[in-house]
C-alpha cells in the first residue's frame, strides 16, 4: 500500500507540475478536493487547477525535488524543494528572469484511489526575497551561551 501511495504522490507532482496535465486534476482528484495553500488560501479542483497555471506560467521550468515522502494510514507528507525561473508575470510582477528555489510541505489525504485534500506549506517569504519583492530581514541568528558575567548568581535565582 505504501509503494502504492508514494506512487500517487510522484504521478502528481510530474503529471501537475512536470508535463503540465490539467486533465489529471478531473482523473486524480475527487469532485470535493479542497487544495489549502499558504499563499492560494482554500482552492476547490477548479481553483487549484488556475492556481497551478498561474505559476507554471511565471516558472515555466520549474522542477519539484521530492526529499522525504512519509506514508501513513490517512495522510501521506512529503517534503519538497522546487525550483524554476522566474519567465512570466506573477500577480502582476513582470518576469525578472531569476531562478528562485523554494521548500515546503504537502500533505496528500486520499479517498480510496482520489486525492480528496492538499496541505501546502511553503516558503513564500523566500519566493519574493529571491524575486525581490521583499525586504532582507535580521542578520541571522546566532546562539551563544551567556558569558560568565552575565549568568545570574545562585542567590539571584532564590
Do not use: C
Amino acid at each position: 500500500m505504501a509503494t502504492d501511495t508514494i506512487s500517487r504522490i510522484r504521478q502528481h507532482f510530474d503529471e501537475t507540475w512536470h508535463k503540465r496535465i490539467p486533465s489529471f486534476a478531473d482523473e486524480a482528484y475527487s469532485p470535493d478536493f479542497i487544495y489549502h495553500d499558504v499563499f492560494g488560501g482554500d482552492l476547490d479542483r477548479e481553483g487549484f487547477k488556475q492556481f497551478v497555471r498561474t505559476f507554471r506560467d511565471a516558472f515555466p521550468d520549474v522542477r519539484f525535488r521530492l526529499d522525504e515522502i512519509i506514508v501513513a494510514r490517512d495522510a501521506s507528507a512529503v517534503r519538497w524543494t522546487a525550483a524554476g525561473t522566474h519567465r512570466g508575470e506573477l500577480l502582476g510582477v513582470a518576469p525578472s528572469g531569476r531562478v528562485v528555489s523554494v521548500t515546503g510541505i504537502t500533505v496528500f489525504r486520499f479517498d480510496g484511489e482520489r486525492q480528496r485534500e492538499l496541505w501546502v506549506n511553503w516558503d513564500v517569504y523566500g519566493m519574493m526575497k529571491q524575486l525581490g519583492l521583499a525586504p532582507q530581514l535580521g542578520g541571522g541568528i546566532s546562539v551563544q551561551p551567556p558569558s560568565e558575567a552575565a549568568r545570574p548568581s545562585p542567590e539571584a535565582r532564590h
